[in-house]
């Protein structure tokens, strides 16, 4: 890696966990990261956090939350940033 323009955050993966009007635009970002279109690593610990917020806070399932996370882990994009040497997260 060159460079790195930025981390993305909770904020930008919680909108592609349930419907509403961010949504379209959050999934159109994260695939331009996930793509490395835009050098913008996804720490792991945001998707972790994510997972917390959509399931405690927002009430949202906690299978579709772990379905859409795990979908994004399974990219194995080099956007994620996983700082441990664990190589599998596993949702309850």
């Known amino acids: 890696m060159d460079y790195i323009e930025g ?12 419907d509403n009007p961010l949504k379209r635009y959050a999934v159109e970002f994260l695939a331009e990261v996930l793509s490395w279109r835009k050098r913008i690593i996804i720490p792991i610990t945001a998707i972790l956090g994510t997972y917390y917020i959509a399931t405690r806070y927002l009430r949202i399932p906690k299978h579709i939350v772990k379905k859409i996370l795990e979908d994004l882990i399974k990219t194995r994009s080099p956007a994620i940033y996983r700082n441990n040497h664990s190589s599998c997260i596993e949702f309850t």
């Open 7 to 18: 981390v993305v955050d909770v904020g930008i993966i919680v909108p592609i966990c349930f």
